[in-house]
């Protein structure tokens, strides 16, 4: 049963929806963060502020828990790899080394879809797909080494599986949403490429949900225990159809403007030589990573989360687009 539970980086975007969902279901939950988080003590999770990369605090951290919902993660796509390698993989070696010395019964990984991408487009693909070998930014490198250790070291004692949500928006959203809002207004952003690749999205709501379903899977047998899940809605988008429909219901010009991934790839190379050189920690406005995310196609078959633990998005695309348009507006 899932009683006691500890989530890691549970003041994010994501972790927030978990510990929300967590405590509806009356689960004791504690959030492992750099910050208090005072609107989640108020709704009844206990905080503990430290860093995952500090053993003492993970081992306090997973002390009379039994189950971990591990979403701490340095994100982004700019940065030097010590410090990814520092929260990605020691951070994650840290709670897994912690589970096992306090009995945690049970652990759900937040990884990426970004451990498969090898700068081709991916449609339809399902968990049978490669590891990435070819990487063009730190984070997709480390969450790569970070899930293969979870995942190759399972055992009765600690059950652990991953799920890889794609593009996870909603309302307060500080990290996608506000980036597309900021470039339309300013008039930045360009389509690259074709402008009819298509990719998963995944409701912040139906990532939480498919955390949990999968823990409680964990929970009743090691079925999926040292299995990876890839997560999204009940179709993919047309990426830029789906930006410029959230610029028309807030008044953002439409995107008609192309650039040729090629010519948006090289710039992306230049200004990631340049900031390199300056040793700047903004991340540059285009990268090599990010001009194929934009032009490229990445959705995935949710198939086999269906099949092993139920997962379906209980909110759908047009639901959650209604949702994250009022809290705009607002």
Not at 83 to 102: F, H, L, M, P
Not at 158 to 172: E, F, K, S
């Amino acid at each position: 049963m899932m009683n006691k539970v500890l989530v890691t980086g549970g003041g994010g975007f994501l972790g927030s929806a978990i510990v929300r969902q967590l405590l509806a279901k009356g689960c004791t939950v504690t959030v492992a963060g750099r910050h208090r988080y005072e609107k989640l003590e108020r709704l009844g999770a206990r905080c503990l502020v430290g860093d995952i990369g500090d053993r003492n605090f993970t081992a306090q951290s997973c002390q009379d828990v039994d189950t971990v919902f591990h979403v701490a993660a340095k994100a982004g796509i700019w940065g030097s790899w010590s410090e990814y390698r520092k929260v990605n993989i020691e951070g994650t070696v840290n709670i897994a080394d912690s589970c096992r010395r306090n009995g945690v019964a049970c652990l759900v990984y937040t990884s990426t879809p970004s451990v498969v991408f090898d700068r081709g487009s991916i449609e339809d693909g399902d968990e049978n797909l490669p590891y990435a070998r070819r990487f063009l930014c730190s984070y997709a490198k480390s969450k790569v080494a970070a899930e293969r250790y979870l995942l190759e070291n399972i055992s009765e004692e600690l059950r652990v599986c991953a799920i890889r949500p794609h593009l996870i928006w909603g309302p307060d959203d500080p990290h996608l949403i506000p980036r597309l809002l900021e470039r339309g207004k300013t008039g930045e952003l360009k389509i690259v490429g074709n402008g009819r690749n298509k990719v998963d999205i995944t409701f912040v709501d139906n990532a939480a949900q498919a955390h949990i379903l999968a823990a409680q899977s964990l929970h009743r047998s090691s079925r999926i225990s040292g299995q990876a899940y890839f997560i999204g809605q009940e179709r993919p988008v047309f990426l830029w159809d789906w930006i410029n429909d959230l610029y028309s219901e807030l008044g953002i010009a439409q995107l008609e403007k192309k650039v040729p991934l090629s010519a948006a790839y090289l710039a992306g190379w230049l200004l990631e030589i340049l900031h390199g050189l300056a040793r700047a920690k903004k991340e540059p406005r285009m990268t090599r990573f990010l001009a194929l995310q934009l032009a490229r196609s990445h959705f995935f078959s949710h198939e086999r989360a269906k099949k092993d633990f139920g997962y379906e998005p209980l909110i759908s695309i047009e639901e959650g687009q209604r949702r994250l348009i009022e809290s705009l507006k607002r």
